[in-house]
């Protein structure tokens, strides 16, 4: 699904044809690497695709299964204390594809992993999941957005 396309160019190859790029920018507002790469056309419609393929989406290093970091074992132990429905649950491991690892970061304009995204709204990180599971707003949140396991009876 998020392909690799490698760039036959070298960085220094890049920087020596746009000698404008550091003169232009102050060092003090320049642009680190990652911040300075442009999502690719192919890697953003990934990601939209990817974004809407159920209505909670979680971008996480490793599987709900088999977490990789703390971060992601935890926003996953949010979503299921909170209650959100297996059925309306999606998540993608970064850690199986680096455009995807890197991308995410750019599409969402956050910088670390995991990511969560409900109807196609991102909400942030593990920081703000842990911070709106604490003060009630996450459950107020999957509940209007109708996420949750249906109560029974």
């Known amino acids: 699904m998020f392909s690799r396309t490698a760039s036959t160019l070298s960085p220094a190859f890049r920087?020596?044809?746009r000698p404008w790029f550091h003169a232009a920018i102050p060092h003090s507002t320049?642009?680190?690497?990652?911040?300075a790469r442009l999502l690719?056309?192919?890697?953003?419609?990934a990601i939209d695709k990817a974004v809407g393929s159920?209505?909670?989406?979680?971008f996480m290093k490793g599987t709900p299964e088999m977490p990789q970091c703390g971060f992601s074992r935890?926003?996953?132990?949010?979503?299921?204390?909170?209650?959100?429905?297996?059925?309306?649950?999606?998540?993608?491991?970064?850690?199986?594809d680096e455009d995807?690892?890197?991308?995410?970061?750019?599409?969402?304009?956050w910088p670390t992993i995991p990511q969560l995204f409900v109807n196609k709204k991102f909400v942030g990180g593990?920081?703000?999941?842990?911070s709106m599971h604490q003060d009630g707003e996450l459950a107020k949140m999957l509940e209007d957005e109708k996420v949750l396991v249906p109560a029974e009876g």
Do not use: W
């Not at 320049?30 to 911040?35: A, F, H, S, V, Y």
């Not at 935890?74 to 199986?96: M, R, T």
């Not at 995807?100 to 304009?109: A, F, P």
């Open 15 to 17: 920087h020596s044809t």
């Open 30 to 35: 320049r642009l680190t690497p990652l911040q």
């Open 40 to 45: 690719s056309t192919e890697t953003r419609s």
């Open 54 to 58: 159920a209505p909670v989406v979680l």
């Open 74 to 96: 935890a926003s996953i132990q949010i979503l299921g204390l909170q209650g959100v429905d297996p059925q309306k649950f999606s998540a993608f491991n970064v850690l199986e």
């Open 100 to 109: 995807l690892r890197q991308g995410i970061k750019e599409y969402s304009e």
């Open 126 to 130: 593990c920081d703000i999941l842990m």
